[in-house]
């Protein structure tokens, strides 16, 4: 076994990065507008059994996928599969169910990408706005101000294109120390600045309506509504488990599978799912909802993709130091963006180094390429058809976030659970202080996630070609 791969400095740095690349904007952009568009109360609900259900269980998998392949070299989805999945059967039906997932993992990565860096250009401008005071004046509506950004192709294509070369850079210069010491800065800022931001919104009456404080807001989304869930919001919250937790493409593996071979993965694995839970539910959920409530009320929380855009320019321009507040949480939002995208860029250009054999730096041009090339429909829509409801981008988000993930996410536990099976529980159990338990990989690896999974895309594609 050929081992030269570069190793994490530290267990608290790698924690960190990991939790980096999981807290992204998926927690303070996605997650907001996906629950308040799926219903609030009724979407927690299956947010929570999916969280259980499959979040832990493929978490899991993916850190024992990364540490496994690393092993022999590898750190991308296809060879990784490849490797458990011919533990257990033939090596050509290996093969197919390996560059099957290899080939889906590398054309979600490409898509997410054409959105992603988008909305990190958005909190790139945004943070500028702030400073420029470009959203200070309240006779313009924070949801003018949104379209305006949008359909600005100054704006937007200036600060995507700065985010897309500090992505490139970053990668190029060799991402291990890099990551690691921006992960270790940024994200302990970013909780603090989070629980400020929550507790601020939580004590918002709202300006606009009596009828609609903040404290409702919270109501919205923490009241579990039964009689509103649906196969739609059920697989819209598996899928925003996926791509929170960024579980599906093979990105977790990836990081994973710079670890030594008896470093823990499972304390490591619960650790990245507390720390990026916390700050969906407790800062994005907290944060953001009940802001959106109190300014925007009950039938503007379901604005879209622009949601956290819309609602939090709310509060800064009527705060105190606002103009540097809003600055500050923005470029927060723009690092937390930032580590995700690194790990998904990376992804991308191991993916090219180790199996189509392109040198890192060819690599990392290439993959910015691409990255502008299906970025431009996205970044121009709104421009070209002066319309404000980002369709396609809602599309894309909504095919790649909510149904790709998750059939990746199937392919991962098969080969895992199903092929080389208590093999793969043996080796997740190596090294490390806690054991996963042989029950709960018999029902939950085994059983309970591949066919939740399974029932939830037959079902929900049977709703939607109804
Ligand atoms: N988890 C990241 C976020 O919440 C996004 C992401 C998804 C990163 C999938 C990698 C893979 O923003």
Not at 108 to 135: D, E, P
Not at 191 to 216: E, Q
Request: aromatic share 14%.
């Amino acid at each position: 076994m050929s081992n030269s791969r570069e190793n994490w400095g530290s267990k608290l740095g790698l924690i960190l990065a990991m939790a980096g690349n999981a807290v992204g904007l998926g927690n303070f952009w996605r997650f907001p507008y996906q629950a308040a568009s799926n219903g609030g109360g009724a979407f927690m609900i299956p947010y929570f059994a999916a969280l259980i259900l499959i979040g832990i269980p493929v978490m899991l998998v993916e850190w024992n996928l990364g540490r496994y392949g690393g092993r022999y070299g590898h750190g991308t989805l296809g060879p990784m599969v490849y490797l458990q999945a011919r533990e257990g059967t033939k090596p050509k039906t290996a093969l197919i169910i390996g560059s099957l997932a290899g080939m889906i993992a590398f054309a979600v990565t490409l898509l997410v990408n054409s959105y992603y860096n988008h909305i990190i250009g958005w909190t790139l401008g945004y943070s500028f706005l702030s400073v420029t005071g470009g959203y200070a004046d309240t006779a313009v509506s924070t949801g003018e101000v949104f379209v305006n950004y949008i359909q600005s192709p100054g704006m937007v294509f200036t600060f995507w294109i700065i985010a897309l070369a500090g992505l490139g850079f970053a990668v190029m210069r060799g991402i291990q120390k890099g990551i690691e010491a921006w992960a270790k800065l940024m994200m302990p800022v970013l909780y603090v600045f989070g629980i400020v931001l929550a507790i601020r919104a939580l004590t918002l009456g709202s300006p606009v309506d009596p009828d609609w404080s903040s404290m409702k807001g919270l109501n919205y989304i923490w009241n579990p509504d039964f009689s509103a869930l649906s196969w739609r919001s059920a697989i819209a919250a598996a899928g925003q488990i996926f791509f929170t937790l960024s579980i599906g493409m093979g990105i977790i593996c990836n990081y994973a599978s710079y670890l030594k071979a008896d470093d823990d993965v499972v304390v490591s694995s619960l650790a990245t799912i507390s720390l990026n839970e916390f700050a969906e539910i407790i800062l994005g959920g907290t944060a953001v909802i009940p802001i959106a409530y109190a300014f925007l009320g009950p039938d503007g929380v379901g604005a879209g993709v622009g949601l956290s855009f819309i609602a939090l320019p709310n509060v800064f321009r009527t705060m105190a130091g606002g103009q540097i507040f809003g600055a500050l949480w923005f470029l927060l939002l723009f690092f937390a963006g930032f580590t995700s995208a690194i790990a998904m860029y990376n992804y991308l250009v191991a993916l090219m180094e180790e199996d189509l054999g392109v040198t890192r730096g060819k690599a990392a041009w290439m993959v910015f390429l691409g990255y502008i090339i299906v970025g431009l429909p996205v970044g121009l829509e709104p421009i070209l058809t002066k319309t404000a409801d980002l369709a396609y981008f809602t599309e894309v988000d909504n095919w790649v976030g909510s149904n790709l993930l998750i059939v990746l996410g199937l392919i991962e536990i098969i080969a895992a659970a199903w092929l080389m099976g208590d093999g793969a529980f043996e080796e997740m159990n190596r090294g490390g202080i806690w054991k996963v338990p042989k029950w709960f990989f018999n029902v939950f690896h085994k059983l309970v996630t591949p066919i939740v999974i399974m029932v939830l895309i037959f079902f929900s594609y049977l709703d939607f070609y109804k």
